[in-house]
């Protein structure tokens, strides 16, 4: 087994047609040393149901369920449950490729990094036109492959109007996360 874990925290609200998909990508990780908590926050759809299924069929996964406050206080709720080294956000109506976890932890010890970032396939279901054009999910090509501190990463982003922000983008270092919250909106 692995020694470094791998926390992959979800949070989940009202997302029946996707969430099933959302869980298998994250159980069939090609890394062997990894947990899944999931963060009910009050779902009324059929969304506790699919939880409680695949809990009962992985021994890794962690459910939690709080009324709902938003998708911070899930994530928040999440990070407080976590006993991994290295944090995954993963939104439930996402998906992860098979080598997601592998890919991020081999970039951690070859390149003694504290966060990871990658880019992500988007796809739209019955979103209005204007809202596709102002999302991206892709890196500009120059950032690819490169180790930087956080400083220089954050201005070559923003100079070249590629910075992302949405948490499940990157994997953490558990450390960087010991006294930051996501604030509750």
């Known amino acids: 087994m692995s020694p470094e874990k791998v926390s992959i925290v979800i949070p989940v609200y009202n997302v029946e047609n996707y969430l099933a998909a959302c869980l298998e990508s994250a159980a069939r990780q090609d890394y062997d040393n990894f947990e899944i908590i999931a963060i009910d926050d009050g779902s009324t759809d059929a969304s506790p149901s699919i939880l409680e299924d695949f809990c009962a ?24 449950i976590a006993t991994g080294d290295y944090i995954l956000f993963l939104d439930s109506d996402d998906f992860l490729e098979r080598h997601a976890v592998s890919t991020c932890m081999e970039i951690f010890r070859t390149q003694q990094a504290d966060v990871v970032f990658f880019a992500a396939n988007v796809f739209f279901d019955g979103v209005d036109e204007g809202l596709k054009k102002s999302f991206r999910g892709e890196r500009v090509a120059s950032l690819h492959g490169t180790c930087i501190p956080a400083h220089t990463f954050f201005s070559r982003s923003i100079k070249l109007k590629s910075y992302l922000v949405p948490p499940y983008l990157y994997m953490y270092r558990r450390k960087e996360f010991e006294d930051l919250r996501f604030p509750r909106r």
């Open 57 to 80: 069929r992985h021994e890794n996964m962690i459910l939690e369920r709080i009324d709902n406050q938003g998708v911070s206080v899930a994530r928040n709720t999440g990070l407080e």
